[in-house]
């Protein structure tokens, strides 16, 4: 059964999801006041502007909290309990729901260093995902 994913993307959504497909973390920094945010939108969550410019994001990021899910949410999660949702501080600043996965995954914890990985759901739909760091 294959998972969720939007059907409807917005310009700036369809864009970072694009990257995605193509390995990269990609958030969107303003050119007027240097704010950088994660979700994509058309306009700074600082100040309004809607001149900004899309970086690379370096990969890196620690937990800032977490939960593990053991009761599938909708069929399409059966076969993937227990699995982790986290909230994640990115190094470059903003914070990203998403899941932590890979050995010891379960094992997570608040601040647990980590970097990031792709999930590929086929048809050219690649989720960013994260992984603990090793040490």
Same mark, same amino acid.
């Given at each position: ?67 593990? @899910?053991?009761? *599938?949410?909708? #069929?399409?999660?059966?076969?993937? /309990?227990?699995?982790?949702? !986290? %909230? @994640?501080?990115? *190094?470059?600043? #903003?914070?990203?729901?998403?899941? /932590?996965?890979?050995?010891? !995954? %379960? ?29």
């Amino acid at each position: 059964m294959a998972l969720p994913f939007p059907e409807s993307l917005t310009a700036e959504a369809a864009h970072f999801f694009a990257a995605a497909a193509q390995g990269r973390l990609e958030l969107q920094r303003c050119a007027d006041c240097g704010k950088i945010w994660f979700y994509p939108r058309p306009a700074c969550v600082a100040c309004g502007s809607t001149d900004y410019a899309w970086i690379r994001a370096s990969g890196r990021g620690t937990v800032h909290s977490f939960s593990v @899910v053991r009761r *599938a949410p909708t #069929p399409e999660f059966r076969d993937r /309990v227990p699995y982790v949702v !986290a %909230l @994640v501080d990115l *190094a470059e600043g #903003p914070r990203m729901m998403t899941n /932590v996965v890979g050995e010891g !995954a %379960l094992e997570v914890s608040i601040g647990d260093a980590l970097e990031l990985t792709f999930e590929d759901r086929g048809a050219g739909r690649t989720l960013p995902q994260f992984r603990r760091i090793a040490g």
